[in-house]
């Protein structure tokens, strides 16, 4: 599905005040998206997806599970906005509104993180890397159920919904760290494209697997992803290698002082 510039809209933005001074960071920052990357929810997602439409717009169940897995990544309002555009947006609000309800009920009552996520944190936290979520979800309930999971402690911050879109949420972090590389981990097209084309950006996928629906690492590599795999397990032995990649590839400052070391 070609991309839309229906994938940059989203609720209205909350803006923080004061906004957080600028600073450097050790190494670099790590960007997380939260469904279908920490949370392995996209399937139960997807499930209460398929109802939503179903009952919304008379969309066969599967059908619409499919349609919401192919524009998963950007807010459900765009997603919707996409799909159905001739649908009253009345209509779409009021979807809208019983998709959050019950993906908070139904989808984030019932997920857990992918086994490896707690060990992966601890080891980048340890490896000198800074940690941020960019999620679609509301901020306040991100933390929620990073807290309930044990996780909220390692992330330096939570953006979401209300702070904008994922391109903007790179834009902030952007100006919050300056000189920092900055990589997305994420799990769709949408994801992938935002990364790759943020400048400075390094894009990182998590290839899923489902019942009728599958986005294979390769998949994700056409769509703009250095690494992608199954499993994020292996994540921190790959960041220095794309790390030096991107510092070759850009003749950035670090890069050459690595090489003059070598």
Request: proline share 7%; aromatic share 8%.
């Amino acid at each position: 599905m070609a991309t839309s510039h229906l994938s940059e809209l989203s609720r209205p933005v909350i803006r923080e005040e004061p906004p957080p001074e600028p600073r450097r960071l050790e190494r670099g920052l790590v960007v997380f998206d939260l469904d279908g990357t920490i949370l392995d929810d996209i399937g139960l997602i997807g499930d209460v997806a398929g109802d939503v439409l179903s009952k919304a717009f008379g969309t066969p169940t599967e059908e619409g599970r499919l349609h919401y897995l192919a524009t998963t990544g950007m807010p459900f309002e765009a997603q919707l906005a996409q799909l159905y555009p001739e649908a009253p947006p009345e209509l779409r609000d009021q979807t809208a509104r019983i998709f959050h309800t019950r993906k908070v009920a139904e989808a984030y009552a019932e997920a857990g993180v992918f086994p490896e996520v707690p060990r992966l944190l601890k080891r980048l936290s340890a490896d000198g890397w800074t940690l941020a979520v960019s999620t679609g979800a509301e901020r306040e309930m991100a933390d929620l159920v990073l807290e309930r999971e044990g996780l909220r402690y390692w992330f330096e911050a939570v953006l979401g919904s209300g702070q904008g879109t994922k391109r903007e949420h790179l834009a902030e972090f952007r100006r919050r760290f300056p000189a920092a590389p900055l990589f997305l981990v994420g799990d769709s097209r949408f994801d992938m494209e935002v990364g790759s084309e943020t400048p400075g950006t390094v894009a990182i996928g998590r290839a899923t697997s489902l019942l009728g629906w599958t986005l294979t690492p390769d998949d994700l590599k056409r769509w703009g992803a250095r690494w992608a795999n199954y499993s994020l397990a292996e994540l921190p032995d790959a960041l220095p290698e794309l790390l030096a990649h991107r510092d070759r590839t850009t003749g950035t400052t670090a890069g050459r002082r690595r090489s003059r070391k070598g």
